[in-house]
């Protein structure tokens, strides 16, 4: 579904809308995902990193052809751009889940993408 997406922008809220939906519609999923993603055994963290690392090849992918596209800065390190796009989205759903799922998850894809994409500063407005 994110590769028929024409720019690295549509790919962006894609992946984002994809993450939250698939998680706020299977809580049991979110809880587990949550919960296995900040192991500290060494040997089950590296088996997750194994599982996770198509994931991480598709965000930078993105960011990649957004760096191409003029979208994103080509100066952006791709992994720290990963690290952060993922991070972002993790720690959405985490607070999702320690709060009992109390507000719409996938209401936020705008919000989040938009600051995935502007940052902060407000001086690039998508």
Same mark, same amino acid.
């Given at each position: 579904?994110?590769?028929?997406?024409?720019?690295?922008?549509?790919?962006?809220?894609?992946?984002?809308?994809?993450?939250?939906?698939?998680?706020?519609?299977?809580?049991?999923?979110?809880?587990?995902?949550?919960?296995?993603?900040?192991?500290?055994?060494? *040997?089950?963290?590296?088996?997750?990193?194994?599982?996770? &690392?198509?994931?991480? %090849?598709? #965000?930078?992918?993105?960011?990649? $052809?957004?760096?191409? *596209?003029?979208?994103?800065?080509?100066?952006?390190?791709? &992994?720290?751009?990963? %690290?952060? #796009?993922?991070?972002?989205?993790? $720690?959405?759903?985490?607070?999702?889940?320690?709060?009992?799922?109390?507000?719409?998850?996938?209401?936020?894809?705008?919000?989040?993408?938009?600051?995935?994409?502007?940052?902060?500063?407000?001086?690039?407005?998508?």
């Amino acid at each position: 579904m994110v590769e028929k997406k024409n720019n690295a922008k549509e790919k962006l809220l894609t992946l984002v809308d994809m993450h939250f939906r698939q998680l706020s519609e299977d809580l049991h999923l979110a809880v587990v995902t949550q919960l296995e993603i900040r192991q500290s055994d060494r *040997q089950l963290r590296q088996k997750i990193g194994e599982v996770l &690392r198509g994931y991480a %090849q598709l #965000i930078d992918q993105i960011v990649i $052809e957004g760096q191409e *596209q003029g979208i994103f800065l080509k100066t952006v390190d791709v &992994r720290l751009a990963r %690290q952060m #796009i993922f991070g972002t989205m993790d $720690e959405t759903v985490s607070n999702w889940v320690i709060n009992d799922h109390r507000f719409d998850l996938v209401a936020l894809v705008p919000q989040v993408t938009h600051l995935l994409l502007n940052g902060l500063s407000g001086k690039n407005e998508a």
